[in-house]
């Protein structure tokens, strides 16, 4: 069964740290791997991911993919209380368009 | 606005009632999605369509789950003789058919609690 995993559950920081969450995958034909941003709302889409080793960066958040070892992270430095939010990670898989997502990361930054 | 709405943001309903939630998707977007969030947890997904077709439904979605599309526009959602664990945010989604991406873009998504 495909599933995705995150890691860690729950993350609490201060202003200014440096987070590293991590997503890692076990998908049958694996298409994609996309980051959302959710802050009690709707999810919002960060970045989106198919080829290995291309980091893709929007402002102080950045996102690379591992194909070979089926995980990928986001960082996100310089954090803000702005920040604090649930990080999801979705994959896509070839043949289907539906999301597989993990439980996510709930970050929570501190002034 | 040009997003993905949904219709109503809230609903509150006693066991066994029937519930229908809609969802217009962003104009232009063929593909709408349909998923569940319960506290805690990610979304899962429920159903899908291609314009008007409904291509893909998951084992989560039991016969009292409804869902359509009828003029490749606007879905519904129904939900009959709701029960308690039916509880939670139902969201909708909608995509371009597109090469090179798969991006999906949320609705805010309708919260149903079920007494």
């Known amino acids: 069964e495909d599933k995705v995993v995150q890691s860690p559950l729950s993350l609490v920081v201060h202003e200014g740290d440096t987070v590293t969450l991590n997503c890692s995958y076990e998908?049958?034909?694996?298409?994609?791997l996309l980051w959302y941003k959710q802050e009690k709302k709707a999810p919002t889409f960060l970045f989106m991911l198919?080829?290995?080793?291309i980091e893709k960066k929007s402002g102080r958040l950045s996102s690379i993919l591992d194909k070979k070892e089926l995980f990928s992270i986001l960082n996100i430095t310089a954090t803000q209380t702005g920040d604090s939010a649930v990080y999801l990670c979705?994959?896509?898989?070839?043949?289907?368009?539906?999301?597989?997502f993990g439980t996510g990361t709930r970050l929570k930054v501190l002034a | 606005d040009t997003g993905v709405s949904q219709d109503p943001r809230h609903k509150i309903t006693k066991r066994g009632q029937n519930v229908t939630f809609r969802c217009d998707p962003i104009?232009?977007?063929?593909?709408l999605y349909w998923y569940r969030q319960t506290l805690g947890q990610g979304p899962e997904f429920l159903t899908y369509?291609?314009?008007?077709?409904?291509?893909?439904k998951s084992r989560l979605l039991s016969d009292r789950f409804s869902a359509e599309r009828p003029k490749g526009s606007f879905s519904t959602l129904e939900i009959q003789r709701t029960e308690q664990g039916d509880s939670a945010m139902y969201l909708c989604?909608?995509?371009?058919?597109?090469?090179?991406?798969?991006?999906?873009?949320f609705g805010p998504g309708t919260r149903l609690t079920v007494l």
């Open positions: 989604a909608s995509s371009r058919l597109q090469t090179g991406t798969d991006t999906q873009y």
């Open positions: 998908v049958t034909n694996f298409r994609s």
């Open positions: 198919t080829s290995s080793g």
């Open positions: 979705a994959v896509v898989t070839s043949g289907t368009y539906k999301y597989i």
């Open positions: 104009s232009e977007h063929n593909r």
């Open positions: 369509f291609q314009n008007e077709a409904q291509l893909e």
